[in-house]
């Protein structure tokens, strides 16, 4: 069964720092991977997705993600944090030969000033 | 383009009772779908919908019922209410992109007591 998961719960991180909110994953054949991120009161934003060719992904708001398949690993990270991407930040990968996305738990990141 | 748009933002129900959350998306989106968010669970997908008169159900559909009959419309029907179903809901469109892969969208969420 395809699951993906985040180790932690919150991140905490000082303004103007690079930040990383990990993901890992286990899927059968290849992997579609996708970050997405809930600002308060607001449903998803889709960030990013990886579906083949670079292991560097580039998103929206300067976030990238970092494929690694030996790892199984496809976590977020941006070089400098902003107070305003402070949100819940969910990892998923798409169930093959379907539509469907199963999620990770959700990690709070939290950039203080 | 308004997106994908839920109603009510916010309901309080008794147990027993229903009520249908509506979900509507003006994208011409074939793909959509039905999530809870529960704390510290994630997303759970509750019913699915590849077009227009086809549903299936996802991980958690008991208590739930939804159909399609349009492409627009996506309603999900709570048939007696109990307060395990005491979350947040969001409905959530996608299309494929020139990779043929879906990038969902999602609504602003309704967020439903049960007492």
């Known amino acids: 069964a395809q699951s993906v998961a985040q180790p932690e719960d919150q991140v905490n991180v000082a303004e103007g720092n690079p930040l990383t909110v990990k993901c890992t994953y286990s899927v059968s054949g290849n992997p579609y991977l996708f970050w997405y991120v809930q600002y308060p009161n607001r449903g998803l934003q889709f960030l990013l997705k990886?579906?083949?060719?670079?292991?560097l992904v580039k998103g929206s708001y300067g976030f990238e993600a970092e494929f690694n398949k030996s790892q199984t690993s496809f976590h977020l990270k941006k070089p400098s944090a902003l107070v305003s991407d402070s949100a819940l930040y969910f990892c998923a990968v798409r169930e093959p030969n379907t539509d469907k996305l199963i999620f990770g738990t959700g990690t709070r990141l939290q950039v203080f000033p | 383009n308004a997106g994908v748009t839920q109603t009510p933002k916010f309901q309080v129900l008794k147990t027993g009772q229903s009520m249908t959350l509506q979900c509507a998306q003006d994208m011409n989106h074939e793909y959509m779908s039905w999530y809870r968010q529960d704390p510290g669970m994630g997303l759970r997908l509750i019913h699915y919908s590849v077009g227009a008169g086809i549903t299936d159900q996802g991980e958690v559909p008991n208590g739930y019922n939804v159909s399609r009959s349009t492409t627009e419309d996506f309603p999900l029907r709570l048939l007696s209410a109990a307060p395990s179903q005491t979350s947040v809901y969001f409905c959530?469109?996608?299309?494929?992109?020139?990779?043929?892969?879906?990038?969902?969208?999602f609504g602003p969420g309704t967020r439903l007591l049960v007492l």
């Open positions: 990886y579906i083949t060719g670079d292991n």
């Open positions: 959530a469109s996608s299309f494929p992109d020139r990779e043929g892969q879906e990038t969902q969208y």
